[in-house]
């Protein structure tokens, strides 16, 4: 059996590690590619909801407050599913 996601080709053997290295490829791919989906969606979210030069200072700090937390959680997310590739 093949599998293609984002022109990364992928064919599945009877040997455990090479199917684990290539499923971690493709998840790897998969989570590139919602990463990017997700920027772009935020992207437009915001370009909706108003342009922030329009607002005070206060809601720019909580923007920045805001963005940070989710960065921080994106990096968790990803920190913890390397983790989980890893150790398996």
Request: glycine residues 4%; positive net charge; proline residues 1%.
């Amino acid at each position: 059996m093949k599998a293609v996601l984002r022109s990364l080709q992928v064919g599945y053997s009877g040997n455990v590690l090479e199917r684990r290295k290539k499923s971690a490829a493709e998840f790897l791919a998969w989570a590139d590619h919602h990463a990017h989906e997700q920027r772009l969606s935020q992207s437009s979210h915001v370009q909706l909801e108003g342009h922030p030069d329009l607002l005070d200072s206060k809601s720019a700090l909580a923007q920045q407050r805001v963005w940070a937390n989710r960065h921080a959680h994106e990096r968790h997310l990803h920190e913890s599913a390397m983790a989980h590739l890893r150790h398996g």
